[in-house]
């Protein structure tokens, strides 16, 4: 299995968990750890999706996050995704306006307000999440946006911070339509 020789490589031990943000880009999979030990690596549902707006969160360029949007339609997933930046308390509802806008845009929903509204709170949950960390700061990031038949999932990027004092989170948020 492609997945289980990933792990083996170990510090002192164990196995490395460390490079999950770097394989989501590199490779496509989001590895979970399981419950009795090991991982998991194929997915369905509301992990794919997951899995996919994550990876276009991350995305570091424009080109990038237009060939992964391209390779996902190819495998059935609508995707998403936008940038976003301001002093985080005036910028929470500009930011759910975006997540909406761009995924009518896209095509991931349609004007039906059952979509837009899944599509808010996915994106209202995403955002709170970080709701500790950048209370009275600015924040900056991209949104990313996937959907495989009734699974929706908003991610968001964030770097929180003044000047060159930044921390990094990711919110998700998913709704089924």
């Known amino acids: ?39 998991e ?24 996050e237009k060939l992964l949007a391209r390779t996902l339609r190819e495998q059935g997933v609508s995707a998403a995704a936008v940038n976003f930046g301001g002093e ?16 009518k845009r896209e095509g991931v929903i349609t004007e039906a307000h059952n979509e837009e509204g899944a599509v808010a709170g996915a994106a209202h949950e995403a955002v709170i999440q970080i709701d500790s960390k950048a209370l009275g700061l600015n924040i900056g990031g991209k949104i990313g946006i996937a959907r495989q038949d009734e699974h929706i999932c908003v991610a968001m990027y964030f770097g929180v911070g ?16």
């Open 41 to 64: 690596c194929f997915m369905n549902g509301s992990k794919e999706i997951m899995a996919a707006a994550i990876r276009l969160a991350v995305t570091s360029s424009m080109e990038e």
């Open 1 to 39: 299995m492609q997945c289980e020789a990933m792990f083996r490589k170990t510090h002192m031990g164990k196995p490395l968990l460390s490079f999950l943000a770097l394989r989501i880009r590199e490779i496509g999979f989001l590895f979970l750890p399981m419950q009795g030990g090991g991982m």
């Open 88 to 103: 985080y308390i005036s910028s929470v509802g500009k930011i759910i306006e975006r997540t909406i806008v761009a995924a």
């Open 162 to 177: 003044l000047v060159h004092l930044n921390e990094i989170a990711i919110g998700i948020g998913h709704r089924v339509i």
